[in-house]
């Protein structure tokens, strides 16, 4: 009689297990780490960093942010390089007014930028003299103190508002506080009369739209200029706000070096960090 086979021997067709691979092991953890980068970044939360001064008091140049991207729905804007993996637009919602956005810019829809919503879909928008009419009726705005901030390689400002304090070149903007009928306030600069952008005709913002100003309401391309790439943006479609500006998580002056780490401290705006909307 014919041996049994040997329960302990392995089997002729299994197969042999695969041998460990540590490049193999990296390339899956990379694949993961890069998914839930896009996950995070695309539709939780996701950094910005502000690179003009269109949202001076708020905002300065070299102001690292977080923005929300829940608050306004999800479009391909949405998306790391606006991917065309969400069609139209799921779960939409409206901003509210006084919201600061960041939005890919009409018309070329590239560039990411950011603003202040001032105008929903039906409301009229017009600016007189410098003051924004909302829905036929004036925005209050009060002169408050002069707003101040050190030229640094990152900012600097016109000779006829810096002054000399302590051996610093000093800049004193206008400033001005504006109160929405919500009640919601915030401040805005107003360097003098500009003819074009402190008196326009009275806009109707459309459906699905927003009409959108920078708080430094003189060296602003906003929605008080036609559509033109690199300039005015128009009206904005609500499909292209990206998410809702929450908090500063960084700043800085723009004197760091990378060279010199200790100077990485010393260029940091330490006030700035964690100060929310």
């Known amino acids: 009689m014919a041996d049994s086979a040997d329960p302990a021997a392995p089997s002729a067709s299994a197969k042999p297990a695969k041998p460990h691979s540590e490049a193999r092991d990296t390339a899956w953890f990379v694949v993961k780490l890069v998914l839930i980068v896009f996950i995070i970044r695309s539709f939780i939360i996701s950094p910005f960093v ?10 300065l140049i070299g102001d690292y942010i977080f923005i929300t991207k829940w608050n306004y729905g999800y479009s391909k804007y949405s998306l790391p ?11 939409p919602g409206t901003p509210k ?3 600061v956005v960041v939005f890919k810019a009409p018309p070329a829809n590239k560039e990411d930028w950011i ?5 929903l879909p039906g409301d009229t928008v017009q600016v007189r003299n410098g003051q924004v009419i909302l829905n036929g009726k004036p925005i209050p705005k009060v002169r408050i103190a002069d707003f101040t901030l050190p030229v640094t390689p990152n ?8 002054r000399i304090e302590n051996g610093k070149t000093i800049c004193h903007y206008p400033q001005y506080r504006e109160t929405l009928p919500s009640g919601y306030s915030y401040k805005v600069l107003d ?3 500009q003819p074009i952008a402190d008196d326009t005709q009275v806009y109707t913002v459309p459906a699905g739209h927003v009409f959108l100003m920078g708080d430094n309401r003189d060296n602003s391309e906003d929605s008080r200029f036609p559509q033109v790439e690199g300039e005015g943006i128009g009206f904005v479609p609500i499909k292209n706000l990206e998410g809702k500006a929450v908090v500063n998580f ?4 723009g004197t760091a070096s990378w060279v010199l780490p200790w100077t990485w401290f010393s260029a940091t705006r330490w006030n700035r960090i964690g100060e929310g909307f």
């Open 191 to 193: 360097l003098g009369n």
């Open 81 to 91: 390089f606006s991917m065309p993996l969400i069609p139209g637009r799921i779960l």
């Open 250 to 253: 960084w700043s800085t002056d």
């Open 155 to 162: 900012f600097s400002c016109e000779p006829v508002f810096q």
């Open 115 to 119: 603003k202040r919503v001032i105008g």
């Open 97 to 99: 007014r006084g919201d």
């Open 50 to 59: 502000i690179p003009s001064g269109s949202m001076l008091p708020r905002l």
